[in-house]
Nanobody
Framework: QVQLVESGGGLVQAGGSLRLSCLVL????????MGWYRQAPGKQRELVAG???????NYVDSVKGRFTISRDNAKNTVYLQMNSLKPEDTADYYC????????????WGQGTQVTVSP
């Protein structure tokens, strides 16, 4: 069984930075693409940033130039560095992994809250 454990959320003032981490736990697994999603109150969950196994990244337009996604395959960890945070970045952030082995499934973390004050 593959599990995702997130950390790094919190409260920060506008203009500040936070770094989210997502650790993949399990045995005998292979993970393909990973990503960070967010969901603000009353809004749909959206993809913030994604990264495939080869390191190719993609971002939603609203975070380009401010957020950076990276992964350390040796540590089974994906990161989201968030700089120049804005109040509109306030949301619950969820880590996602597309697992290939032992079976192709989508796995989600429990979510971590990010609050940006004006």
């Amino acid at each position: 069984q593959v599990q995702l454990v997130e950390s790094g959320g919190g409260l920060v003032q506008a203009g500040g930075s936070l770094r989210l981490s997502c650790l993949v736990l399990g045995r005998g697994f292979v993970v393909d693409a990973m990503g960070w999603y967010r969901q603000a109150p009353g809004k749909q969950r959206e993809l913030v940033a994604g990264i495939n196994r080869g390191g190719i990244t993609n971002y939603v337009d609203s975070v380009k130039g401010r957020f950076t996604i990276s992964r350390d395959n040796a540590k089974n960890t994906v990161y989201l560095q968030m700089n120049s945070l804005k109040p509109e970045d306030t949301a619950d952030y969820y880590c996602h992994a597309r697992v290939l082995i032992p079976s192709m499934i989508d796995v989600w973390g429990q979510g971590t809250q990010v609050t940006v004050s004006p």
